[in-house]
T-cell receptor
């Protein structure tokens, strides 16, 4: 089945630094990538949706200058948390869908636990 | 305003018995529903889905039922196994434009 590889699985960074999280679709072309954030004891929160080759669409309340999303190819999307602060510590998850499997797709990455110290 | 609700935050079931996880939604534009399973520190994994043109979809031990008039769906796991212990998220999509997750239900299957 479809596989989305997300790296790193865990990262600890200092306040003020930037962290890049990668999501790769290994065996299909991900025309759309979704980035989520999960707060403790809450559901996944959709942060942004990106289509290959175009700018990401951010959900209300998500700072686009802080959470930079790049979807330059059909197999790779990156989320960069810029000038990270402790409140950015969270679990970030990507998911991908292809044009061929518009509904069934939504394959999730394994998530990245970000801790900002 | 929660468009997708899972009113039971947790559920405990004896091994071998049936687990029934419920989900309610408010947006009548939702046309596709999915269930995801999530273990701690891992991303959610897709479990089973159902289109709004169906009222039942079965895959092994997992069956999803959809009642459009009541805007309600449920996931049945029979028989339940300890490895099924996880958080289960219900999600809904309207023609791929919105993708909304419920808050999740933590299932504990007791040996």
């Amino acid at each position: 089945g479809a596989v989305v590889s997300q790296h790193p699985s865990r990262v600890i960074c200092k306040s003020g630094t930037s962290v890049k999280i990668e999501c790769r679709s290994l065996d299909f072309q991900a025309t759309t990538m979704f980035w989520y954030r999960q707060f403790p004891k809450q559901s996944l929160m959709l942060m942004a949706t990106s289509n290959e080759g175009s700018k990401a669409t951010y959900e209300q309340g998500v700072e686009k200058d802080k959470f930079l999303i790049n979807h330059a190819s059909l197999t790779l999307s990156t989320l960069t948390v810029t000038s990270a602060h402790p409140e950015d510590s969270s679990f970030y998850i990507c998911s991908a869908s292809s044009r061929e499997d518009r509904f069934y797709g939504y394959t999730f990455g394994s998530g990245t636990r970000l801790t900002v110290v | 305003d929660q468009q997708v609700k899972q009113n039971s935050p947790s559920l405990s079931v004896q091994e071998g018995r049936i687990s029934i996880l419920n989900c309610d939604y408010t947006n009548s534009m939702f046309d596709y529903f999915l269930w995801y399973k999530k273990y701690p520190a891992e991303g959610p994994t897709f479990l089973i889905s159902i289109s709004s043109i169906k009222d039942k979809n079965e895959d092994g031990r997992f069956t999803v039922f959809l009642n459009k008039s009541a805007k309600h769906l449920s996931l049945h796991i029979v028989p339940s196994q300890p490895g099924d212990s996880a958080v289960y998220f219900c999600a809904a999509s309207d023609y791929g434009q919105n993708f909304v997750f419920g808050p999740g239900t933590r299932l504990s299957v007791l040996p």
